[in-house]
Nanobody, 121 residues
Framework: QVQLVESGGGLVQAGGSLRLSCAAS????????TGWFRQAPGKEREFVAT???????YYADSVKGRFTISRDNAKNTVYLQMNSLKPEDTAVYYC???????????????WGQGTQVTVSS
């Protein structure tokens, strides 16, 4: 069983930066693939980035070059550094853990409660 808690969301102006954190419980967390997803009002949940235990990462085209996912297995924490934020990045951001490195949210077994990111223009 893995429990995930996100933090770090907030209100930022366009062009600004935020760093999200996802703290996990469970001694086997380091074995899991961990992803970030986001959901804007009226839209489906969409893939943002994901990272394997060893550090290999993948990104959605919409955030490539602006967002960086990383993990510290010793701290059971995954991060999402978001730079050059745009109003269209506004959404609730969710951390998720699973066993396959895929972009489909249904492939992930554990989810956090989400953290709101709002980017003003």
């Amino acid at each position: 069983q893995v429990q995930l808690v996100e933090s770090g969301g907030g209100l930022v102006q366009a062009g600004g930066s935020l760093r999200l954190s996802c703290a996990a419980s469970g001694r086997t967390f380091s074995r899991y693939v961990t992803g970030w997803f986001r959901q804007a009002p009226g839209k489906e949940r969409e893939f943002v980035a994901t990272i394997k235990s060893g550090g290999t990462s993948y990104y959605a085209d919409s955030v490539k070059g602006r967002f960086t996912i990383s993990r510290d297995n010793a701290k059971n924490t995954v991060y999402l550094q978001m730079n050059s934020l745009k109003p269209e990045d506004t959404a609730v951001y969710y951390c998720a853990a699973g066993v396959a490195i895929v972009a489909r949210p249904e492939a992930y077994d554990y989810w956090g409660q989400g953290t709101q990111v709002t980017v003003s223009s």
